[in-house]
């Protein structure tokens, strides 16, 4: 079964400033796709990125870039001049690329802006 | 943002009465989710459907039974509430098994 590790529960940084999440996953599998939602206060899960395990170049999207290492089972979100907005829990979550599986998610990291 | 619509989006209720969530999407998507989050937990799945009358178990399903006799709607039944169930229940949706899933906004069930 594949595991999501998000093994900093709580991060901070300071406005204007740059920030990465750590996630490390587990899988015997060899194409998937990774994710990162985030979590603000309102409850909704709202998709940052994703990157397909086939692909080598890491997805970015505006502020929001990953570093995708295969080999290493490592994928870390970069936040590129936070804003108080980016305030929130951050998900890692793995998926299957075989069929309709499900995604398995990590624990969260809730990252706080300081103004 | 994807047509997902849960209701109720909160409920308190007592333990041993019946409670139906329900998902609702105007995207026509054939795969719909339900998860449950718990603090320390993330997000689990309990039970998913690949379309009408498809449906198949996640890994928190034990208490749990659902629905799907419209591509459109997805009910998640608790025959008999525990304790245990108070959890945020998130619906997504997906319309194929390479396109990311969307989440409707929860639903808050306490069950005292």
């Known amino acids: 079964a594949q595991t999501v590790t998000q093994s900093q529960p709580e991060m901070s940084v300071q406005e204007a400033e740059t920030v990465t999440l750590s996630c490390t996953y587990d899988t015997s599998e060899s194409d998937y796709y990774l994710f990162w939602y985030k979590q603000p206060p309102s409850r909704q899960m709202i998709l940052v990125i994703r990157q397909e395990a086939y692909k080598q170049q890491n997805a970015t999207e505006n502020r929001f870039s990953v570093n995708f290492q295969k080999a290493a089972k490592s994928f870390s979100l970069k936040i590129s001049d936070s804003q108080l907005g980016d305030a929130a829990m951050y998900f890692c979550?793995?998926?299957?690329?075989?069929?309709?599986?499900?995604?398995?998610f990590g624990t969260g990291t809730r990252l706080t802006i300081i103004p | 943002d994807a047509g997902i619509t849960q209701s109720p989006r909160h409920k308190v209720t007592e333990t041993g009465t019946p409670v139906t969530l329900r998902c609702h999407q105007t995207e026509n998507h054939r795969y719909m989710y339900w998860y449950r989050q718990d603090p320390g937990h993330g997000l689990r799945l309990i039970h998913y459907s690949y379309g009408v009358k498809d449906t198949d178990k996640g890994e928190v399903s034990d208490g749990y039974s659902v629905s799907r006799s419209k591509t459109e709607d997805f009910l998640l039944t608790l025959e008999s509430a525990t304790s245990s169930q108070t959890s945020v229940y998130f619906c997504?949706?997906?319309?194929?098994?390479?396109?990311?899933?969307?989440f409707g906004d929860g639903t808050r069930l306490s069950i005292l």
């Open positions: 979550a793995y998926r299957s690329a075989r069929g309709n599986e499900k995604l398995t």
């Open positions: 997504a949706i997906s319309g194929s098994f390479n396109q990311p899933q969307h």
